[in-house]
C-alpha cells in the first residue's frame, strides 16, 4: 500500500484474498507554459492471482468511479503517462520474484 501512497494515489479498496489493491489519484491541474493542463482522476487496480500482475488504469469522470479512457504504456500521451507509469514500475518491482 506504501507504494500506492508513495506515488499520490489514496488505497480506496483492498481484498488479500483476491490479492486486489485500488487506489485513487484525484485530479490535478499543471501549469505547462501558460497553458493549464488537466490531469486525472486515475482509478487503478492492480491484481496478483497465480503470480501473475495484472493492473488497469482508468481516468475516471466525476463519480470518481466511472471509467472514461483507459491507458497503458503504449499510450502516446507522454503527460498523462508520467502521472501513472511510476506507479506501475514500483508494483512490478515489487512483484518480481524474491523482492516480496
Same mark, same amino acid.
Request: glycine share 10%; no cysteine; hydrophobic share 25%.
Given at each position: 500500500m506504501k507504494v500506492f501512497e508513495s506515488n499520490g494515489y489514496y488505497v480506496r479498496t483492498?481484498?488479500?484474498a483476491q490479492g486486489e489493491?485500488?487506489?485513487f489519484k484525484p485530479e490535478k491541474i499543471f501549469m505547462l507554459?501558460? !497553458?493549464p493542463v488537466k490531469a486525472g482522476p486515475y482509478l487503478v487496480t492492480a491484481r496478483l492471482?497465480?503470480?501473475t500482475l495484472t493492473i488497469t488504469?482508468?481516468?475516471v469522470k466525476d463519480d470518481e468511479k466511472t471509467p472514461e479512457r483507459s491507458w497503458?504504456?503504449?499510450a502516446t500521451d507522454e503527460f498523462e503517462? !508520467?502521472?501513472y507509469m511510476p506507479l506501475l514500475s514500483d508494483l512490478r518491482a515489487l512483484c518480481r520474484p524474491g523482492t516480496r
Open positions: 483492498t481484498d488479500f489493491i485500488v487506489g507554459g501558460d !497553458s492471482q497465480n503470480d488504469v482508468f481516468t497503458d504504456e503504449t503517462k !508520467s502521472q
